[in-house]
């Protein structure tokens, strides 16, 4: 019987530079598709697969995820007051219960492996689940939930993937596969950004992972990889061998809301996922056609 996963990380320490001006004081993860933020959606999708506690990896500048998720007593006192019940419903059932949020800080952006890193006295030895907020999946159920449901099969470490072109070898860890099974491609290796020409497959890591405590061994020793950084995708290299590994292909649409065309490409899809913005979102790109 696998370890069950009860804690999340979220990174959410990046610049957001893809997007100045507006993120200038505003975090990235911030940025609404439609009417929730990026980090709201991702705490959602934690929660339907059964996570309990949950710890952001925060850098300078990002405070209003912390007043996202705590109560705001004047604005649910004036929708209370309007009789604004589903509004206030909105902002109440986002909140997770208290003393299940933490916040840590990433003071340096050394690499994604550094800020999972960072996160270590939070996991205290027990399996765990890691979210990039960036990468916004639209499915039902949510990618988590489908990987939490492979993992109490397989156990191990499992990631999400999707196939990319070959020519995009060069912006993913990229799954060197041994077998594959379904949904569930067993890995042999990992690399990390690899040019097209010499990547073993095209099936890319994307921003969701459920990972065994052991990934810490090889974080703690702040090894640098691609770009000079602290690659996770190097640390779970390194447990293969010891710790199964598997990729996942999901069942839904992957959205990469760290590029304005991916952003803006969410904001379409999701409001035509909603009953009460399909008729009249369509109506507006035809026109705007």
Excluded at 8 to 13: D, G, M, R, S
Excluded at 15 to 35: C, N, Q
Excluded at 241 to 251: K, Q
């Amino acid at each position: 019987m696998v370890q069950p996963v009860r804690k999340a990380v979220f990174p959410v320490a990046g610049l957001g530079t893809r997007f100045l001006p507006a993120t200038k004081v505003m975090p990235k993860e911030m940025l609404p598709i439609v009417d929730k933020p990026l980090i709201q959606y991702a705490l959602e999708e934690a929660q339907e697969a059964g996570i309990e506690d949950f710890v952001l990896v925060t850098g300078r500048g990002k405070n209003l995820m912390e007043d996202h998720f705590d109560n705001a007593y004047e604005l649910e006192a004036i929708l209370i007051e309007r009789g604004k019940e589903a509004e206030l419903d909105a902002v109440q059932r986002m909140m997770p219960d208290p003393g299940k949020l933490a916040y840590t800080r990433q003071r340096r952006p050394l690499g994604l492996g550094h800020a999972i890193w960072c996160a270590r006295q939070f996991i205290a030895g027990e399996p765990f689940a890691v979210l990039l907020p960036d990468d916004l999946i639209q499915a039902g159920p949510g990618c988590l939930k489908q990987m939490m449901d492979a993992y109490a099969e397989v156990g191990g470490n499992i990631v999400a993937v999707e196939d990319v072109p070959r020519e995009h070898t060069n912006r993913y860890g990229i799954l060197d596969v041994e077998s594959e099974k379904g949904a569930l491609a067993r890995a042999r290796g990992l690399v990390e950004k690899p040019d097209p020409a010499s990547a073993p497959s095209t099936l890319s890591i994307i921003g969701r992972y459920i990972l065994q405590p052991e990934v810490f061994e090889h974080l703690d020793k702040h090894e640098t990889g691609a770009g000079g950084e602290i690659q996770l995708t190097d640390a779970m290299a390194k447990t293969i061998g010891d710790i199964p590994f598997h990729g996942m292909r999901f069942e839904g649409r992957r959205f990469d809301c760290g590029t304005k065309i991916g952003f803006v490409a969410a904001n379409v899809a999701f409001a035509v996922a909603r009953d009460d913005l399909n008729g009249d979102i369509r109506e507006v790109i035809k026109s705007i056609i």
